[in-house]
């Protein structure tokens, strides 16, 4: 697991309440609701902060907010784009580019 300073962690927890809040309090993928159905939120990563990721990406894209859906614990895997160099893993790392960049 990586080490996180207090200002990552603040900003993760900051990024999964705003997710959170935009989805309705609602998993991306189903309609369980965390609140009401007892069930803890995941921030999901798109895609996954692996050594290799981390390396070739960088913790600027891996850890941007629009790398992320917050899920249920069962739908958690879904969010992940497991090939980053497939079509739909370039065009979401080039959208994250041009939003860090501007
Ligand atoms: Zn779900």
């Known amino acids: 697991m ?3 300073t207090q200002d990552q962690k603040d900003q993760a927890v900051e990024n ?3 997710l959170g809040e935009r989805q309705g ?3 991306y993928y189903c309609d369980i609701h965390f609140e009401r159905d007892n069930v803890i ?3 999901a990563h798109i895609i996954i902060d692996s050594v290799v990721n981390i390396r070739k990406y960088g913790y600027e ?3 941007n907010i ?3 859906k917050i899920t249920c614990p069962n739908c958690n895997p879904k969010a992940i784009i497991t090939n980053p160099e497939s079509q739909t893993g ?3 790392i080039e959208a994250i580019r ?3 960049e501007l």
Do not use: M, S, T, V
Request: glycine share 4%; proline share 4%; aromatic share 4%.
């Open 2 to 4: 990586r080490k996180l």
């Open 16 to 18: 999964k309440r705003i």
């Open 25 to 27: 309090g609602k998993c």
């Open 41 to 43: 939120p995941h921030a």
């Open 61 to 63: 894209i891996l850890d």
């Open 66 to 68: 629009k790398n992320f």
């Open 90 to 92: 370039i065009d979401h």
């Open 98 to 100: 041009k939003e860090i």
